[in-house]
Structures are given as C-alpha cells and as structure tokens.
C-alpha cells in the first residue's frame, strides 16, 4: 500500500471491522552503511542509512548501535514469529497496522514497533536543513501559524507523553496535518486503535532507550537536540505523496 493509497483507505474504511486482509506489498527497505541480514523471515530489518555516529553529539554512537541492532533487531525477530502461518504472512506491514485491534498485542507492539522505527531512521540525517520547505512549510504554516509555533506544539506532545511512545506529525484523510502522540509502538496507522489516525510524515521516539544514555532523565533536551538531525526533505516528500 503507498501513501495515496492509504489516505484513500482511511477516508473509506474509518473504524469499520474487517475480517481478512486485502493489500499486499513490500516492507519498507532502505539503503545506507548498516544492515542485518538475520534470517528472521519474511520482515527484514532495513538498511540505517548512516553510520552510527554521524549523528553525534545529538544523539550518540552507542544509543545508535543499541537501538538499532537490539531493540528494533528484536521487534523484527517477534513480528515474523507472530504472522508465521497465518493469513498474515506475507502481507504488506501497513495493511497490517491498519486493521490490527487494541487485543492484537503481539502485531500492535512488534508491527508498530518494526514501522515506528523503520520510519524513524529515515527522517534522520546529519546534512538537516534545520527547516522545510516548499508545500510542507507553507502547510505547517497554514495550520499551526508558523514553524516555530508547529515545533512548540510538536515537542510539547513529545514532553507530555506519559512513559514510552512516540509523537507525530500526520496526514489525515481531509489531507490535512495535525500532531498527535502514541503510547508504546502504536502509530497514527492503527486505525481501531488511536484517537486520530492519518499517514506519519514525522516521528519522534520518546522511549527512554532512545536517549537515555546520553541525556538521562532529560527527555527535553533530546526533544530539541532532535530539530538537528531532522531529515526535512524526507518529510516532505512523504507528505507530497500523501496529498496526491
């Protein structure tokens, strides 16, 4: 399923219950200095895209390595325990997420947890213009009253957010932005589970393995060291593709 596709399947579909799963598809790959090929199945963990530590001294070496060949290496591992068998198999990682129920714990948490980060990643970069351009800024600046007053709403979700989750910056099916957050691996793709559902163009991991090696208990202090790193021409083009 591409982006178009699912800001048309969200307007269409809302909360209804659906029984099988339709969409097919490829999980997101993406090509850059780290990959594991560990033979979990049928998901793979993707390509980082960057070294480890070229996103220092914003978010350090070590976090990097960790999040990446531990924690999101294991949501891969669990996802393709949980679908192996099952009409499941195979299927395209955001059809799943869409029709996923609060009760299919193993898939919310996994399947969440793969997309959140194979997302995540690729909004990273250390060349970040620091701001947009083009079409997103002037929607940022259209719905939030300007880009500073989109990232005071931004990192103010991602402050908030109670435990561990993740904040966002979405599409919905008006085409229209708007920032929400989620606990745990949910995202703004599970349609019977959030408050708000729409396409991710932006996220922010809020869990504290995200940071808490270099910033401790400061979670504020990686909220802004994150504008940094920022991969604004990525966000862009994935919020072009969702208004098509």
């Known amino acids: 399923m591409n982006k178009r596709d699912f800001i048309k399947t969200l307007s269409l579909i809302g909360f209804a219950s659906v029984s099988k799963f339709s969409f097919a598809g490829n999980a997101p790959v993406f090509t850059g200095k780290q990959s594991l090929d560990n033979g979990f199945g049928g998901f793979k963990l993707p390509e980082l895209g960057l070294g480890y530590d070229e996103l220092e001294p914003h978010i350090d070496k070590r976090t990097m390595e960790i999040h990446y060949t531990k924690h999101h290496a294991t949501y891969v591992k669990n996802l393709n325990e949980a679908t192996k068998g099952t009409e499941l198999e195979g299927k395209d990682i955001e059809a799943i997420l869409t029709y996923i129920s609060a009760k299919d714990n193993a898939l919310k948490n996994n399947g969440g947890g793969h997309y959140n980060h194979t997302l995540f990643w690729k ?122």
């Open 123 to 244: 909004l990273l970069t250390p060349k970040s213009s620091k701001t947009p351009g083009g079409e997103l800024l002037k929607a940022i600046e259209a719905t939030f009253g300007s880009f500073d007053k989109f990232k005071e709403l931004f990192a103010a979700e991602a402050k908030t957010r109670f435990g561990s989750g993740w904040a966002w910056l979405s599409v919905n099916s008006k085409k229209e932005l708007f920032i929400s957050s989620t606990q745990n691996q949910e995202n703004p793709l599970m349609v019977k589970i959030v408050r708000e559902s729409g396409y991710p163009i932006l996220a922010l991991d809020v869990w504290e393995h995200a940071y808490y090696l270099n910033y401790q208990n400061k979670r504020v202090d990686y909220i802004s060291a994150f504008w940094n790193v920022v991969n604004w021409t990525e966000v862009e083009q994935r919020y072009l593709s969702a208004i098509q």
